[in-house]
């Protein structure tokens, strides 16, 4: 087994996720068999809690994990689907420890961070199956979080044939300095010495920024990386993420990665990607705009089907104006995507996209909450229903079209106790989903509390076939309602579940293709 560890110098949010995707997705491209583990060194025990305007967005894996967005850039890259055991964070590390203590499994001993936190960390590493791992180490190197794993790598890899069977790459900033025009490596040089203190070296040593570097500066970076000139590599920002394979394979990068870890490539290279630059004009209305990474997913699902991405409307700015200036903001826009939330800041905002976009007929697609949502505002502007809500949003509403699910109302605690992952649903047969899917059995992930409360309010929708089709008709079901749609209008679909997280390079997903399409066609450059 072999082993390609990422680490990050100087700052977060560089991209280490990505270069570490696409180091792997290169490897995988050329036949080799690759598995992959990211450390995420926070206490939590997943990151189910997080706020996605602090952290990003949740990635919901297949077996109802709840992990960090980089997940996703694996399965979006690698085009598979990761589990649990693909996510590692020191909340899970520290709690094993401490249940193994309570069990009385070190009996006798002093428990400690050295041997006793490193051998657990090691035991999920060496749980990694295939030609070569990629490791992930998040944070940045110097965190306080991160030495211990720093250290259990370099123990592992000590143990296992350091030269032969690792390849440590440290992913690192270098910022620009406009008035002097030149590059500053400093910050880098330091976050090498801080590695190089946790015992490792670095064979690979990879530049971010935002325009190319000059050769004077990779020098300089080799030189006190003690790296060959060759092994250091430039990756400025790209527009196109998924170019980055191509980039790295034109570099060599994956070359060199594979003779020091002496196995060679069984196919030849052939990396595909989408070049995301149809306009569809579609905006997405939603509340967590503190940072790009709260969508990943839904974003990167558009950019897969080879779309531009979406304007973000703040779903908060639609609320205390008149409906005029409500239409006014969303005119300019030929669809619209009502992505996934929790609490009741901004839900408003969000329904009054919805009454645009079906008094409008502009291309709709509701997730998750969206789809709540599209229930809600059916139930107050067509169905009559005055006041109609979600019990999350408003616990006295006189309808609660949309309720907790029975199971949850015994739940206290937070954590990992969503109705989480893939669960099978039943598409019905007349419906424009099961067009869409060409199927009758899907199976889709899921991450909610509340559903469409259909018990008590099932003459608001069509169910049958027979029935009335100008009706909100539910086009799937599992035990819980699983989408809606409108089936005499363009595109007007909302799914509970989340087919963002499915997306895959080469495998964009059906209902986001559909919806674009049917976007595409209804955008109206003129406006
Ligand atoms: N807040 C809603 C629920 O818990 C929707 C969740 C979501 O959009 N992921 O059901």
Redesign the pocket.
């Known amino acids: 087994m072999k082993y390609v560890t990422i680490t990050g110098g100087v700052l977060s949010g560089i991209g280490k996720g990505i270069t570490a995707a696409s180091i792997g997705a290169c490897l995988q491209n050329q036949g080799l068999k690759v598995d992959v583990l990211k450390i995420d060194p926070y206490l939590n025990v997943d990151a189910g809690t997080m706020n996605p305007n602090q952290h990003g967005e949740v990635f919901v894996t297949e077996d109802g994990y709840e992990a960090d967005l980089d997940l996703g850039h694996y399965e979006r890259f690698l085009g598979k689907n990761m589990t649990r055991w693909n996510n590692v964070t020191a909340g899970q590390i520290y709690s094993n420890v401490i249940e193994k203590e309570r069990r009385g499994e070190y009996l006798g001993a002093t428990v400690q961070m050295i041997p006793h936190v490193t051998a657990e960390i090691k035991k999920r590493i060496s749980n990694l199956k295939g030609d070569v791992a990629i490791i992930e180490i998040g944070g940045t190197v110097g965190d306080i979080e991160s030495e211990i794993f720093l250290e259990a790598i370099r123990e592992f890899s000590m143990e296992n044939g350091r030269n032969e069977n690792f390849v440590f790459v440290h992913v690192t900033y270098i910022p620009y300095l406009r008035v002097t025009n030149e590059f500053k490596t400093k910050p880098t040089q330091q976050s090498i010495q801080i590695l190089r203190r946790a015992g490792i070296s670095p064979d690979v040593i990879v530049l971010r920024g935002e325009k190319s570097f000059s050769e004077q500066t990779m020098k300089k970076v080799a030189l006190f990386g003690g790296v060959n000139e060759g092994a250091v590599f430039g990756l400025e920002d790209a527009s196109n993420v998924y170019s980055i394979p191509q980039k790295i394979h034109d570099l060599r990068m994956d070359e060199l990665v594979m003779e020091k870890l002496n196995v060679k490539a069984r196919k030849d290279f052939d990396w595909k990607y989408p070049n995301s630059s149809k306009d569809a004009r579609i905006a997405m209305v939603g509340k967590y705009l503190a940072t790009d990474d709260a969508y990943k997913s839904v974003l990167e699902s558009v950019a897969l089907c080879g779309y531009k991405k979406p304007e973000l409307v703040d779903s908060e700015t639609l609320e205390n104006i008149p409906e005029k200036e409500v239409e006014k903001r969303l005119k300019k826009y030929a669809g619209f995507i009502i992505p ?3 609490g009741s800041r901004g839900i408003e905002g969000m329904i009054r996209a919805i009454k645009y976009a079906r008094e409008n007929d502009k291309p709709l697609l509701g997730l ?2 969206g789809m ?1 949502l599209m229930v809600i505002e059916y139930a107050r502007n067509v169905a009559n229903l005055k006041g109609a809500n979600s019990t ?1 949003f408003n616990s006295q509403t006189p309808y609660p079209v949309v309720d907790l699910m029975e199971k949850q109302k015994k739940i206290l605690k937070l954590g990992g106790t969503m109705r989480l992952g893939v669960e099978e649903i039943k598409l019905f047969k007349w419906s424009k989903l099961h067009e869409i899917y060409g199927s009758e059995k899907i199976l889709e992930r899921h ?4 559903e469409v409360n259909l018990k008590d309010f099932e003459n608001i929708f069509r169910t049958k076939k027979e029935e009335d089709s100008q009706k909100l008709t539910i086009s799937a079901m599992s035990n819980f309602v699983e989408a809606v749609e409108l089936p005499h209008k363009k595109f007007y679909i909302g799914v509970q579940f989340h087919p963002e997280y499915s997306s895959k390079v080469s495998a964009p997903h059906p209902i986001f293709m559909e919806f674009l399409e049917k976007s595409f066609e209804n955008r109206n450059l003129n406006a």
């Open positions: 996934g939330g929790f998750c909450l709540q999350e991450r909610h509390r509340y």
